[in-house]
């Protein structure tokens, strides 16, 4: 029998997270430890942007190396995954039925935004995963709408995760690099404000976190690296009860912090 799962929102950090998991990999780790065994895995990635929501059905999705400029033995690093077909069309089928247009890729494979957190999380690559983009032209309204769209399927089953970041920016990061390792005060103030936004159900707030968000515009030049936490959100379903699991700064300025929405009972 299949058990209602939980929707995650994950961190990736830098792609030395793969080498280097630290305390966030160590609790995303634990984290997926607990969860009843999932039909199937989608991953919702900050890396793969595209203009209409696209399913990812390839068989075997293959290891993107999607960065520069590393130490050669992450690209060395693979992730075995399998795809699975039918799952995939069930994802498609949940999006069109919630009114969305969608589009379907049969070679898409894993980017590390994808890769590298469920190397950590399920390494033995025991569950299809199936990848699904982001939209940024889009914001954080209809990543949430896509993740309501995603809603029902966690009782049938299907773990959703979105991987991304509370903050990231990465010209501070060089900024806090040169000056010797300093956080801008400004990147927990956000992800603090994310996490009370959260356990009050804000979602107006949320929605609105560009003009409301302490330090907002600065977390996130661009938006691409939040919007998965939207769509987590949306698919832990109405009322869902938010649950930071890990919190914590990564390289100066990229804000780990770790998801997991639960719908409540009777909700």
């Given amino acids: 029998m299949t058990q209602t799962q939980p929707a995650l929102f994950v961190p990736h950090g830098a792609p030395t997270v793969a080498l280097r ?19 199937a895995i989608v991953i919702v990635s900050a890396h793969w942007d595209t203009l209409l929501p696209t399913v990812g059905l390839a068989d075997r999705p293959e290891t993107i190396h999607d960065f520069w400029g590393f130490p050669e033995e992450l690209y060395a690093l693979r992730y075995p995954a399998t795809g699975c077909r039918e799952a995939a069309e069930e994802v498609v089928a949940a999006i069109q039925n919630a009114g969305l247009p969608v589009e379907r890729d049969p070679g898409r494979g894993l980017d590390h935004g994808a890769w590298v957190p469920l190397r950590l999380m399920f ?11 982001i939209q940024s032209r889009g914001g954080p309204q209809q990543a949430w709408q896509l993740g309501q769209a995603l809603a029902p399927l966690a009782a049938r089953g299907f773990l959703i995760i979105g991987s991304g970041n509370v903050t990231h920016n990465l010209r501070d990061y060089q900024t806090a690099a040169r000056n010797g390792g300093q956080t801008p005060a400004y990147v927990r103030e956000f992800a603090d404000w994310i996490a009370a936004r959260l356990d009050a159900g804000d979602i107006p707030a949320l929605l609105d976190y560009r003009r409301q968000g302490p330090g907002a515009v600065q977390s996130h030049p661009s938006d691409e690296h939040l919007l998965p936490l939207y769509v987590a959100l949306g698919a832990g379903g109405e009322n869902a009860r938010a649950e930071r699991f890990h919190s914590g700064i990564d390289d100066y300025v990229i804000a780990m912090d770790a998801y997991s929405f639960l719908p409540q009972q009777g909700a």
Avoid at 21 to 39: D, F, K, Q, V
């Fill in 21 to 39: 998991p630290g305390a966030a990999g160590a609790a995303i780790a634990a984290a997926a430890g607990t969860l009843p065994l999932a039909r």
């Fill in 123 to 133: 390494p033995d690559a025991d569950v299809p995963v199936i990848p699904l983009s």
